[in-house]
């Protein structure tokens, strides 16, 4: 099994869960912020939204990318197009991790 198949599928399990996740995140659009919530937070929320919204369209993009570099027997450049929904999973995970920390109990 190729390289980019493994990241291709990797990167392909969370989209199952991608309508509840939209569902939240315009739910968490719509809700009302605390005052005392600080701009940092607010900011951090936003983002977290806006990247994990837009999810499906980067790993679509991905994939479309992948394949046509794998056709044109460019493995580098289709190995780095494959993992790019994986850096966007990381990038996804250390954005919840600090919005957790940052939020008071």
Excluded at 7 to 18: I, N, T
Excluded at 41 to 52: C, D, E, G, P
Excluded at 64 to 69: A, C, E, G, N, P
């Amino acid at each position: 099994m190729k390289k980019t198949t493994i990241y291709l599928v990797l990167g392909a399990l969370p989209l199952p869960l991608y309508p509840f996740i939209l569902i939240a995140n315009i739910m968490s659009l719509g809700g009302e912020r605390t005052s005392e919530a600080s701009i940092i937070l607010i900011l951090l929320t936003y983002i977290f939204t806006f990247a994990s919204s837009i999810y499906p369209i980067v790993y679509i993009f991905s994939f479309i990318s992948t394949r046509s570099k794998l056709k044109a027997h460019r493995i580098d450049e289709a190995i780095r197009n494959s993992i790019i929904p994986l850096k966007l999973l990381l990038v996804l995970s250390i954005l919840m991790l600090l919005w957790f920390n940052l939020e008071e109990p």
